[in-house]
């Protein structure tokens, strides 16, 4: 009457993880490539700041020269830029 059945043990893990490891390897790239853009993004807000202040110190005579001469603020200016 059991002619014909049989049994196949595999260990636990194996049977826990078949067929994962695709998937698993698929997560694990996809955390690599999560974890290089926020690298990225970090020079590229470092260099960001840093063009920024080069642009606030390069521009900041280009401002002071717009401020129309009569005012009380373009006599702060001037004082503070010479002492």
């Known amino acids: 009457m059991n002619r ?3 049994a ?9 993880v078949h067929g994962t490891r695709e998937t698993l390897a698929a997560f694990g790239g996809a955390v690599i490539f999560v974890l290089l853009i926020g690298c990225a993004n970090v020079v590229l807000s470092i260099l960001g700041g840093a063009l920024g202040v080069l642009l606030a110190v ?3 005579p280009l401002q002071v020269r717009t401020v129309p001469v009569h005012t009380a603020f373009s006599t702060r200016l001037a ?3 010479s002492g």
């Open 4 to 6: 014909g059945e049989g």
């Open 8 to 16: 196949a043990v595999t260990p636990l893990y194996e049977d826990m």
């Open 58 to 60: 390069w521009g900041m």
């Open 79 to 81: 004082m503070g830029a």
